[in-house]
């Protein structure tokens, strides 16, 4: 039995982030995956305010990706996943936050429109079935269009979304420069966090399609790979695994 336990939605890119820590640092553990209809369950257990991923180990719960990032590093500081320099610990900081904040939305925006939206319905509702599964996937579109209106970026036209895409992606290839990591001379939050993300919104084939454009975005994307998963992971396992 594995010291500690990542209570996940699989697909999440957030529980993404905490799984390629995890191993990264060589620790072990194990997942509980959750379903959609899990979510009040969620929150009167282990979440009070519904975040997830939880890690639980032996000094008991931890709520959030980034906050599960920061306890890790100091329970198990080597190999380390923040710069030593406070002004590079800053930029990775910053970096991980723009990645959670604002290219998750990039993704659901792009994943939720028609060509995309059931390869996104089939990875969210993976672990439900029957009569909840047959009904979420009716109403999954709904949501995701609604959750993306109200954020702000599903308003906008297919066309900008996928400039704005192409920008962020641009700026990610100016910020390596010559340089193999987003932030300093390791592996860092930063790289973890921009990595499962593009791992997932790469499942919008207009996002794959712009990654391929980019021979260092992509590069890079293995390099991370490369240190965050076990040697021989498909390509197509790594937003699940």
């Given at each position: ?181 987003l932030v300093g001379d390791h592996l860092t939050v930063a790289d973890i966090a921009v990595a499962s993300m593009c791992t997932v919104i790469e499942r919008a084939e207009e996002a794959a399609a712009l990654m391929r454009e980019r ?27």
């Amino acid at each position: 039995m594995a010291q500690r336990l990542l209570h996940q939605y699989e697909v999440s890119p957030f529980a993404a982030k905490v799984r390629r820590a995890l191993r990264y640092k060589g620790l072990d553990f194990e997942v509980r995956n959750y379903r959609v209809v899990d979510a009040g369950k969620i929150r009167k257990t282990i979440s009070p305010t519904g975040k997830t991923p939880v890690l639980e180990a032996d000094d008991g719960l931890v709520v959030d990706s980034t906050a599960i990032l920061r306890h890790l590093e100091e329970r198990f500081p080597t190999p380390p996943i923040l710069p030593a320099d406070p002004a590079l610990r800053a930029q990775a900081h910053v970096i991980e936050d723009w990645a959670d904040e604002s290219l998750f939305f990039y993704d659901l925006a792009m994943r939720g429109w028609p060509n995309n939206i059931d390869w996104l319905k089939r990875d969210v509702l993976s672990h439900d079935s029957g009569f909840m599964r047959w009904l979420l996937y009716r109403l999954l579109d709904g949501f995701v269009r609604k959750t993306g209106q109200a954020q702000g970026i599903g308003r906008k036209t297919p066309d900008t979304v996928c400039r704005e895409v192409a920008a962020h992606f641009d700026a990610i290839v100016a910020l390596l420069g010559d340089r193999e990591w987003l932030v300093g001379d390791h592996l860092t939050v930063a790289d973890i966090a921009v990595a499962s993300m593009c791992t997932v919104i790469e499942r919008a084939e207009e996002a794959a399609a712009l990654m391929r454009e980019r021979p260092a975005l992509l590069a890079w994307r293995e390099r991370v790979d490369a240190a965050t998963f076990a040697p021989g992971t498909p390509a197509a396992a790594r937003a699940t695994t």
